[in-house]
């Protein structure tokens, strides 16, 4: 078939030729009621219900033709989709449960047919609202865990790693991120966007050379380390959450890159929502206890991520990268023991770096985060920023040091001391 | 057409059939001369030549259909015919002169048609009779800062590269190098060779836990870092030289890694003969002289690749990794100078990692080298290889301190006190 965009209306008949929706996931009385509640932009995602009974429902997302983002320079293509449907199966294949369940594809139609999740909300939302999840934390790492360990030099065979990275080269939105995360933000670029207020920290951003030579490292090892099919842009704006549930969604972005890239971005994420209260919870009480409730995800994620992740290795070493026979002499146990510390280690450090650098991006590239843009007193804002600013750039200064998360927590902490300080400031004077 | 493996006959009907070739290199009225020089296991190589104008031939490569190497394990297709020419046809373009010209190939027969060399000689026999090589630093530092640059991110678009990286997934010989080069030497497996009387130091190398996990950090880069299209077997068995010429040949292991591999392959080949004239080279003048002549070709190996590497950056920075915008910023001229200086520094230290295994590997792996194989006396063998895996060792468990290649170049002098003393001992005993 050839491409064609979709409409409300033409979605019904296309939804109705597809045998392993019709008559599979509707019935074939079923009458369709059909809500398009895409961005208008890059792709079309309609949801379609069973009128006669709405337990009956999926969403269809289908990539709009060739288009620029960002004014001239940067092309996409509807081949996107190819990559975000072939990740979704991957993910559906190692962390079911975790991601929408796939129910159709059609690569010449650029379109997936999925769960509909609209019962779910975005997860920005839940924790701008400073809502309690207490399954995210397990649910996260271990879709961490598993998708990135199976796709990693631990699990896969080396010709079959190989193989799966040829199916996702995906050059156009790794250079998006490789400009938008890793170069544009801290250089003169036309897209670039940041409140006034802290336009001092980012001028200082963007001429300090010491901080730039190290966001270059980060970038060197986003374009060239192929660790594992990361996901690349694991924001919360791309999880769905209740209080039962957890759902990564988008991941169009994927490719064989640097594990500690989609850590990183949980973290991050996590961290800028903390600030965010500072805008959105100005009640200290409350907000100091949802920023501990936050905190505490922070740690979880990592420490229950990398807990998983040995785990996992331990009891599928199945990979190419040390086979175990590699530690076959006497102690080569805790060799084997000792190599995979140090592999995790490694892994804490290059999340600070990365997910130092994403906290900088935010501040002053092309797109900001809701949790920060919906702080509607540019002033409050700016206590967010100064401080998200500060902590990005000691995560990347300071990782080499790291020992363990909670030096990334105490970083968050002390650089919460000024942003109490200038938020009190504020409301003296409201 | 469909695969055939050719013949000294149909060769002739071959090359006759090739316009390229025919009428073009040949002429027509041509008289064809077939020597088949193969090693009669992976590929067979024709010299062709004109009797009546012996300047008038050419060299014909062919892979041999699907077969296995290493016993039953390691499986190799005629696909790398298909990578040996495009890497040959890169290397043509990015430094030419350097590598034999290719005037015809076919993907179909997997074989490729090129430039015959056969009045050079193996780089190897040159080096074990001591002749001196005036232009090979020249040469081989200006393949490998051409080749190595203009295929990395610092000149490559980042969606270039990604599409020629798709070009290049070679995961059957990538396998090879993985487990040949970074694993099964330091394990029991089948494969391996070594010679008895250093069984201790292989022994002991095969129970190192520090040593074995510096080793595994290096295949994890090997296997992982993306940076350049490097030949990736570039000892001195893959280059062939005369007094004025230089030509690095066999690249069919090409695929994108660490650019330091290939750097590191070339110093630990020299190094690797600089031992060997302990077994090839009894008079100590004489040896020593040939000796420091050796490690002046290392220092100047190195010292030109990082030269011509840093110029060529400098007047082509036209990739994504550091765009020239990225360092306008007051005090940026100077940020970017230390970024090159730390990018290349970090070259050296990787250079002796990945050139330190490859000292590892020769000793106790599947294939030694013939500088060492060719000493026939089986002590002074043993005193060129003790020496290669104390600095095999060395370069590898150093190497995050190496400064510059004084300090590699230090570590051979300091490993050759010994192997002066046991070379000493045996001769006065014969």
Do not use: C
């Not at 660790?227 to 969604?249: N, P, Q, Y």
């Not at 084997?336 to 130092?356: C, D, K, N, S, V």
């Not at 702080?375 to 206590?383: C, Q, T």
């Amino acid at each position: 078939m050839t491409y064609r965009a979709l409409d409300e209306h033409s979605v019904v008949e296309y939804i109705k030729s597809r045998p392993k929706i019709w008559g599979t996931i509707f019935d074939t009385d079923a009458e369709l009621d059909v809500k398009e509640v895409g961005d208008g932009n890059l792709n079309l995602v309609f949801i379609i219900t069973n009128r006669k009974n709405p337990e009956q429902s999926v969403v269809l997302k289908q990539a709009l033709p060739y288009l620029r983002v960002a004014g001239e320079s940067w092309p996409l293509t509807r081949e996107r989709m190819r990559y975000e449907t072939k990740a979704l199966l991957k993910h559906n294949e190692l962390a079911p449960g975790l991601v929408p369940e796939v129910y159709d594809y059609d690569f010449d139609m650029s379109l997936v047919i999925m769960e509909d999740l609209s019962d779910l909300v975005i997860m920005r939302k839940a924790l701008v609202a400073r809502q309690k999840l207490p399954h995210f934390v397990d649910h996260i790492s271990t879709f961490l865990a598993r998708t990135l360990f199976f796709t990693s030099d631990l699990y896969l065979k080396g010709m079959e790693k190989k193989r799966m990275m040829a199916e996702f080269i995906n050059e156009e939105l790794r250079k998006l991120q490789e400009d938008f995360v890793y170069t544009n933000p801290y250089m003169e670029s036309p897209e670039n966007n940041w409140n006034p207020l802290v336009d001092d920290e980012v001028q200082a951003v963007r001429s300090d050379a010491a901080l730039k030579l190290e966001i270059a490292e980060m970038k060197n090892a986003y374009m060239n380390h192929t660790e594992a099919l990361i996901h690349a842009d694991l924001h919360t704006g791309s999880i769905m959450v209740d209080a039962e549930r957890t759902k990564v969604i988008d991941p169009e972005f994927a490719f064989f890159g640097p594990i500690a890239y989609d850590v990183g971005a949980v973290l991050q994420n996590l961290v800028l929502n903390y600030l965010s209260h500072y805008g959105h919870t100005p009640d200290p009480e409350e907000r100091h206890e949802y920023q501990e409730y936050v905190l505490d995800m922070v740690r979880g994620v990592w420490n229950e991520f990398a807990r998983k992740f040995e785990e996992i290795w331990v009891e599928n070493n199945r990979g190419e990268l040390v086979p175990t026979p590699y530690w076959d002499f006497p102690g080569g146990e805790e060799a084997f023991a000792e190599y995979r510390r140090r592999f995790i280690h490694r892994l804490l450090q290059e999340t600070a770096g990365h997910g130092g650098v994403k906290f900088l991006r935010r501040m002053m590239g092309i797109v900001s985060v809701w949790d920060i843009t919906s702080i509607e007193d540019p002033r409050k804002r700016a206590v967010a920023e100064r401080a998200a600013i500060r902590i990005g750039k000691r995560w990347i200064m300071e990782r080499k040091d790291v020992e363990s998360i909670e030096d990334l927590i105490n970083i968050v902490r002390e650089e919460s001391i000024p942003a109490e300080k200038e938020l009190e400031e504020i409301m003296s004077n409201e």
